[in-house]
């Protein structure tokens, strides 16, 4: 999920907190000290890496952005589940149409 | 003092359980999105939040800092916690199995028992501690690339093949066994060919905070 809120584009903590949130329709609330220690194993797993950093009303923001390496983890990730929908929705719709 | 700041030295303290390197980089970072987070008024952290920092801090402090790359060592340092957690459930096992016969000694008044097996708890107890902390030392260790971990482990699990002989009961020879062949594998993955590099002296520091 931290990769998929990264795919739109550089995202500081507090930003990828409020976009999961909103991909999960909050049904998953990231705390920041979960977040950071995910961040930091996307991080040495060179999945994500540090975009930039500003000061905004006199606090850091580290922004992180996708590696190419994380965009391919991400999408290789994306068709896994897209398969396994499609099969289920598949199954479903031969098993008398439960799916619609 | 404002709420605000109150509420920041609170996280601050609570940041300590985090590793020094850790706080150096990420400490103002963190503070930044747990203000951000914080509800208007809020002048300490809420309990779910305390949990949540205390446990990430300390996980980062053990958690093995090896690059995905080094496979093998990643599983030989997996490994060992689990073995870390198998010597653990013999440790309560076995204290419940002696308590419960200490008891029945009480019952039986055989006073001079009762105390022996006291002293067979308590030494019981802190050789399994000794264990479990070998374990999670061994684990953080070959986790940070140390050579001198790697053999310090491969003589420990020589020791316990010795120590395999001297168990009696059923249950203990089969946590014995479990743990050996959990060393065993451990230390088989730390001497692969692919793990050597890893071991090799560097000036490049690993990953993660721990170090």
Same mark, same amino acid.
């Given at each position: 999920?931290?990769?998929?809120?990264?795919?739109?584009?550089?995202?500081?903590?507090?930003?990828?907190?409020? @976009?999961? #949130?909103? +991909?999960? *329709? !909050? =049904?998953? &609330?990231?705390?920041?000290?979960?977040?950071?220690?995910?961040?930091? %194993? /996307?991080?040495?797993?060179?999945?994500?890496?540090? @975009?930039? #950093?500003? +000061?905004? *009303? !006199? =606090?850091? &923001?580290?922004?992180?952005?996708?590696?190419?390496?994380?965009?391919? %983890? /991400?999408?290789?990730?994306?068709?896994?589940?897209?398969?396994?929908?499609?099969?289920?929705?598949? =199954?479903?719709?031969?098993?008398?149409?439960?799916?619609? | 003092?404002?709420?605000?700041?109150?509420?920041?030295?609170?996280?601050?303290?609570?940041?300590?359980?985090?590793?020094?390197?850790?706080?150096?980089?990420?400490?103002?970072?963190?503070?930044?999105?747990?203000?951000?987070?914080?509800?208007?008024?809020?002048?300490?952290?809420?309990?779910?939040?305390?949990?949540?920092?205390?446990?990430?801090?300390?996980?980062?402090?053990?958690?093995?800092?090896?690059?995905?790359?080094?496979?093998?060592?990643?599983?030989?340092?997996?490994?060992?916690?689990?073995?870390?957690?198998?010597?653990?459930?013999?440790?309560?096992?076995?204290?419940?199995?002696?308590?419960?016969?200490?008891?029945?000694?009480?019952?039986?008044?055989?006073?001079?028992?009762?105390?022996?097996?006291?002293?067979?708890?308590?030494?019981?107890?802190?050789?399994?501690?000794?264990?479990?902390?070998?374990?999670?030392?061994?684990?953080?260790?070959?986790?940070?690339?140390?050579?001198?971990?790697?053999?310090?482990?491969?003589?420990?699990?020589?020791?316990?093949?010795?120590?395999?002989?001297?168990?009696?009961?059923?249950?203990?020879?089969?946590?014995?066994?479990?743990?050996?062949?959990?060393?065993?594998?451990?230390?088989?993955?730390?001497?692969?060919?692919?793990?050597?590099?890893?071991?090799?002296?560097?000036?490049?520091?690993?990953?993660?905070?721990?170090?």
């Amino acid at each position: 999920m931290i990769l998929t809120a990264l795919a739109k584009g550089s995202t500081h903590g507090y930003g990828i907190i409020t @976009d999961v #949130e909103k +991909i999960s *329709d !909050g =049904r998953v &609330r990231l705390r920041p000290g979960t977040l950071y220690t995910a961040l930091d %194993r /996307l991080c040495a797993d060179e999945l994500i890496g540090v @975009d930039r #950093e500003e +000061i905004v *009303d !006199g =606090r850091l &923001r580290r922004y992180y952005r996708l590696t190419p390496a994380g965009a391919k %983890r /991400l999408s290789t990730e994306a068709a896994r589940l897209q398969a396994h929908a499609t099969t289920a929705l598949t =199954r479903l719709n031969l098993a008398g149409g439960i799916a619609t | 003092m404002t709420d605000q700041a109150n509420l920041e030295r609170a996280y601050r303290r609570l940041l300590v359980c985090y590793p020094r390197a850790f706080r150096q980089e990420k400490e103002e970072e963190i503070l930044t999105v747990l203000m951000a987070c914080s509800l208007e008024g809020q002048r300490r952290p809420s309990l779910a939040a305390s949990m949540d920092l205390i446990t990430s801090g300390l996980w980062m402090r053990v958690q093995p800092c090896v690059p995905r790359s080094v496979g093998a060592v990643r599983a030989a340092v997996r490994l060992m916690y689990v073995g870390a957690a198998v010597t653990t459930l013999s440790l309560i096992l076995a204290i419940f199995s002696l308590a419960y016969r200490g008891r029945s000694a009480a019952t039986l008044r055989l006073a001079g028992r009762s105390q022996s097996l006291l002293v067979a708890i308590t030494v019981g107890v802190v050789g399994g501690l000794v264990v479990i902390s070998l374990w999670l030392w061994m684990a953080r260790e070959n986790g940070r690339g140390r050579n001198w971990a790697r053999i310090l482990s491969t003589v420990l699990v020589g020791l316990a093949t010795l120590h395999l002989f001297g168990n009696k009961g059923l249950v203990e020879v089969v946590f014995a066994m479990l743990t050996w062949l959990i060393g065993l594998a451990a230390v088989w993955l730390l001497w692969r060919p692919t793990s050597s590099a890893f071991f090799k002296p560097r000036s490049v520091t690993h990953v993660g905070y721990n170090a």
